[in-house]
């Protein structure tokens, strides 16, 4: 087998066809931005993984294309709850079917599914390619110009050299080791089983997730199908039928329909790479951080890293942005991936309540606190913490909105609903409490976007009602929906402009002539 010498160029390799990386391409296309996608594997892995998504994904996938797609194959889950040894209920923490990105909090599928509505996605695209069955075999070299990347197929060696290399290989993949990352251990380490199951039985269920917080047998139960759930157990010593281990929810006797689609035993870690760039090469997804699943948002976290840097990406390609702007992808995502990590982790040790003599002293304390309002209610929030100060995100004595994602409504637009994204479109956009005044307009101009009053978008007051609570007259968008920036009630305009208008070098430039209802969707949105 014989190496290309001159491999062909393409802006963006991305090395994995999972949710992450196809979800990375999608995202990349539909700012113009062309990728190849490298997957060793020829189809979609067709065993279940991932079952459960939060509403901030939802956003993430109606921003990829597949939003209408995937509501087909997915169903609202209620929440959470805790469990004692003897299924007794501790807690309960709601989720709502109406969470502030539009969609519902938390929802249930199939990774399967998801797969092959994303590679759908992917195949009608004709920025993006999807070479199947290619192993990468290097990355490299590491100098300031384009990346070389050698995978083999059937057809022998080949090479690609990319402005950018998107590493969405897994734990597992060569990507981490390419850029000199290690793992950082963040002290979890458990051996579990996971059980999914076809059956029509009338099974115990609350349409939500059930973790059992038990020290001798912790475990996690959820309903994912029509007739499929999932269980998970912790190892313990020997091997325990499956019939004797779901026992507890199934009917006294039951001798039906039961089929065990998967029995697998994983290891739980949590671990988060040291690096997660370097030149022009990322770690997303599982190459850069591993959690135990207790919260659910092990691949939420490889997409919400994917939106993150797919449009700084975009614009470094293709608008001029400064190269500073890529650094902004690990000191974004990086804290709230760590965030995640622990709060999974105090979950599992909540669940399982530690081995050790004050192991029963701690569960009766969980037992109360869980009964406490404030916590419960504290729990049906997002997940996601507002981004910390950085050069995107302005941050000064007033906290209020910067950081934190915009909420989402349904709005009425040229006489048809749609939902705000669809019509603010992929760039920065400003949403103004009432008809923006021209420094707003000239400054959202120059990001490529416009000015908007909220009282044009034809919604329910959603977004009256959040500017008002932040007491805001104005906010910037980036364009992941990120407020960048807050004119504050009785201001004039944002305050960081110099700061971050370098980075993505942005100008002041003139305003075109005012457009009219017919050319502009959103200023004919009905009043």
Same mark, same amino acid.
């Given at each position: ?16 066809? +999972?949710?992450? +990386? ?506």
């Amino acid at each position: 087998m014989t190496l290309e010498r001159n491999g062909a160029h393409v802006p963006v390799v991305i090395i994995g066809a +999972g949710p992450v +990386g196809v979800t990375a391409a999608l995202l990349l296309a539909r700012r113009g931005v062309r990728s190849v996608v490298l997957e060793r594997h020829q189809d979609v892995y067709p065993l279940p993984r991932a079952v459960a998504t939060d509403d901030e994904v939802r956003r993430i996938l109606q921003a990829a294309g597949v939003g209408e797609e995937f509501a087909t194959i997915a169903r609202p889950a209620k929440g959470l709850r805790l469990l004692d040894a003897r299924h007794r209920v501790m807690a309960e923490f709601r989720r709502s079917e109406d969470g502030h990105h539009g969609y519902p909090q938390t929802s249930m599928f199939d990774q399967p599914e998801l797969e092959r509505l994303l590679r759908d996605a992917l195949a009608r695209r004709p920025e993006c390619e999807l070479r199947s069955g290619a192993e990468v075999t290097g990355i490299g070299p590491d100098t300031a110009g384009p990346v070389r990347v050698t995978y083999r197929d059937d057809d022998g060696e080949h090479q690609l050299w990319a402005e950018a290399v998107l590493g969405c290989d897994g734990a597992n993949g060569l990507t981490r080791d390419a850029i000199g990352a290690v793992w950082e251990d963040l002290r979890f380490e458990e051996r579990w089983t996971v059980v999914d199951v076809l059956t029509k039985a009338d099974v115990r269920c609350w349409e939500g997730v059930d973790q059992v917080c038990d020290p001798l047998r912790p475990a996690t139960f959820m309903r994912v199908g029509e007739h499929r759930y999932r269980w998970e157990f912790r190892l313990r010593d020997g091997r325990t039928p499956v019939r004797e281990l779901v026992a507890p929810w199934l009917p006294p006797s039951y001798d039906g329909h039961f089929e065990v689609v998967r029995e697998t035993r994983y290891t739980f870690r949590a671990r988060i790479a040291d690096r997660w760039r370097r030149g022009r090469v990322f770690l997303l997804g599982d190459a850069a951080h591993l959690t135990p699943p207790f919260i659910g948002q092990g691949l939420c976290a490889g997409l919400k890293d994917a939106y993150n840097l797919t449009w700084k990406l975009a614009r470094v390609l293709g608008q001029g942005g400064d190269e500073r702007l890529l650094d902004t992808y690990e000191s974004e995502r990086k804290p709230h991936a760590r965030h995640m990590i622990r709060l999974a982790v105090a979950m599992g040790w909540a669940m399982t309540g530690g081995q050790d003599g004050a192991a029963v002293l701690r569960r009766r304390l969980l037992a109360v606190a869980c009964r406490l309002p404030a916590l419960t209610a504290a729990a049906g929030r997002d997940l996601s913490p507002p981004l910390t100060a950085g050069p995107l995100v302005r941050r000064g004595i007033r906290r209020g909105l910067v950081g934190t994602h915009c909420p989402q409504p349904w709005i009425t637009a040229d006489g048809r609903r749609t939902r705000l994204d669809e019509a603010l479109g992929d760039s920065f956009a400003v949403l103004t409490a009432a008809e923006p005044r021209p420094p707003l307009d000239t400054l959202a101009h120059g990001l490529g976007g416009r000015a908007i009053p909220v009282t044009d978008l034809g919604d329910d007051g959603t977004l009256a009602a959040w500017l008002h609570a932040g007491r805001a007259d104005a906010v910037l968008l980036r364009p992941d929906r990120v407020v960048m920036d807050v004119v504050p009630a009785g201001g004039h305009d944002f305050t960081g402009t110099a700061a971050w208008a370098a980075l993505l070098h942005t100008t002041r430039r003139p305003l075109p002539p005012r457009r009219t209802a017919d050319d502009n969707l959103l200023r004919s949105a009905t009043r």
